[in-house]
C-alpha cells in the first residue's frame, strides 16, 4: 500500500517538476531539439528514478501527520497547493533534489566501471 501511494506521489510531483519548470521551457526545449528519442527517454527514466528517490526521502522525514498531508497535497491536482506544500515544508527541496541526481548518477558511473 505505501508503495503505491509513494509511486503514485512521485508520478504527481514528476508532473508538477515539469509545470514548475516552465520558465525555463525555452532553453529545455533547445536542449531536447537536440537529443535522439533514446536520449531523451534515458533522461526521463533518470528523472523519475531521482524524484521517486525525493519523495522517499522527503516523504519519510516526516511526522505522521506531514506524510498524510504531503499524500493529500499531491495526490490532487491543485497545482499552487503543491507549490506551496514545498515551499513550507521543504525549503531545501532543490538541494534534496540535487543530492539524489548526484547519488544516481555516481551509482550509474559506478556500476559502468564494473561491466568494463
Known amino acids: 500500500m ?13 508532473k508538477f517538476i515539469k509545470s514548475f519548470k516552465k520558465d525555463n521551457k525555452m532553453e529545455e526545449d533547445q536542449l531536447l531539439e537536440n537529443l535522439t528519442e533514446e ?3 534515458l533522461g526521463s527514466r533518470f528523472s523519475d528514478l531521482v524524484i521517486g ?11 505522521e501527520a506531514g506524510k498524510q498531508n504531503m499524500e493529500k497535497v ?4 491543485d ?5 506551496n506544500f514545498i515551499k513550507k515544508n521543504i525549503p531545501n527541496f532543490e538541494t534534496i533534489f540535487k543530492e539524489e541526481a548526484d ?14
Open 39 to 41: 536520449q531523451k527517454k
Open 74 to 77: 499531491f495526490l490532487s491536482d
Open 79 to 83: 497545482q499552487s497547493e503543491k507549490e
Open 53 to 63: 528517490r525525493v519523495i522517499k526521502r522527503v516523504h519519510s522525514g516526516l511526522d
Open 2 to 14: 505505501k508503495i503505491r501511494i509513494l509511486n503514485r506521489l512521485s508520478i504527481k510531483l514528476s
Open 103 to 116: 547519488k544516481v548518477e555516481e551509482e550509474i558511473k559506478a556500476e559502468i566501471e564494473k561491466q568494463i
